[in-house]
């Protein structure tokens, strides 16, 4: 009787343990259960007007080549060049001038004059208007003169924003004025060239101007005066085949694409791989295309060097003619 009452005890412990685990095993189901059994939503939720303007457009900027995100703020203190990486974003013209004229120094030309529509070409005048509203310029190029460091100079800054920065028969007609008043006023010309070529909508007439620029500059050459040419990113087509590889001086910013035809169609037309880094302004220095690639932080001095150099004003009347607006101050 003894051994029959202690399997009976033996058998109704197993069975309390096996409850008790069977307790903790739907326990742990349910758990996970409730864990994966979350209804997914079907549909994307559209924030609201109010989330949309708790974060300001444009407050932040990711750099195309290495992905980082940054405050714009701290991006144009830093001359819109990438504090990770050094890839230089490209400036507006107003904002390229201000990183090398003397402040209140610069003067402006031609500001008005706007394109026609030769060929009435469909919407030409309403694309037109909107990048004249959208960028606050007229035309695709600013052109004026200035001091940088006491040197005077006539300038013309090309700015991509307006119909990507292609040469019209404004842009052409405006560099010609500009290197006009370089030769009267004996002072050297500097173009920052960002283009994407002759522009489609005026035809004809806006590959004159790469012949109209290229004997203006000839002009230039021979009074004896100095042309600078920057080239940003991008410099191609009809520009990059005239007046932008013209200079006496030959510059670039890192990393600038500089070409006419693009990529693809000449690995198509010679049926040949192309390197790398075609194209790019270190190869173009590389080849003997360029004098030098400079960073933007170091332009202003590198045209200071340069139009020190070349200038007829000795140091001592370059500095008297700072002077005055010292004073100013």
Do not use: W
């Amino acid at each position: 009787m003894e051994k029959i009452y202690e399997l009976q005890v033996k058998n109704t412990l197993l069975n309390n343990e096996a409850g008790s685990y069977l307790e903790m095993d739907k326990e742990v189901i349910c758990m996970l259960r409730d864990l994966f059994s979350k209804k997914k939503k079907k549909y994307a939720t559209i924030p609201s007007e109010e989330a949309k303007q708790e974060v300001p457009e444009g407050l932040m900027t990711k750099c195309p080549q290495c992905k980082s995100i940054m405050y714009t703020k701290e991006l144009k203190k830093n001359l819109s060049v990438c504090d990770s990486c050094g890839f230089h974003h490209r400036l507006t013209a107003y904002d390229r001038l201000d990183t090398i004229f003397d402040e209140g120094t610069f003067e402006e030309f031609d500001q008005n004059i706007i394109s026609k529509d030769p060929l009435d070409f469909p919407s030409y005048p309403e694309k037109s208007q909107s990048d004249r509203e959208k960028t606050g310029l007229n035309e695709a190029i600013v052109t004026g003169k200035g001091k940088i460091d006491g040197y005077p100079a006539v300038v013309g800054v090309m700015d991509a924003r307006f119909r990507m920065g292609s040469m019209g028969s404004v842009v052409g007609e405006k560099i010609v004025r500009a290197i006009e008043r370089a030769i009267v006023e004996d002072m050297p010309f500097i173009l920052f060239a960002a283009s994407g070529g002759a522009r489609m909508q005026e035809g004809v007439f806006s590959l004159m101007q790469m012949a109209k620029t290229s004997t203006a500059l000839n002009k230039l050459h021979n009074a004896g005066g100095l042309f600078i040419s920057i080239m940003t990113h991008p410099t191609t087509g009809g520009v990059s085949a005239s007046f932008a590889s013209l200079g006496d001086i030959n510059l670039a910013e890192p990393k600038a694409l500089i070409g006419f035809a693009g990529r693809r169609i000449i690995e198509q037309t010679i049926r040949q791989e192309l390197p790398e880094d075609f194209q790019t302004a270190e190869f173009l220095l590389k080849h003997g295309q360029l004098d030098r690639v400079v960073e933007r932080k170091d332009m202003k001095d590198t045209l200071k060097t340069i139009l020190s150099i070349h200038s007829p004003l000795s140091e001592g009347e370059v500095e008297e003619q700072k002077e005055p607006n010292e004073q100013e101050v």
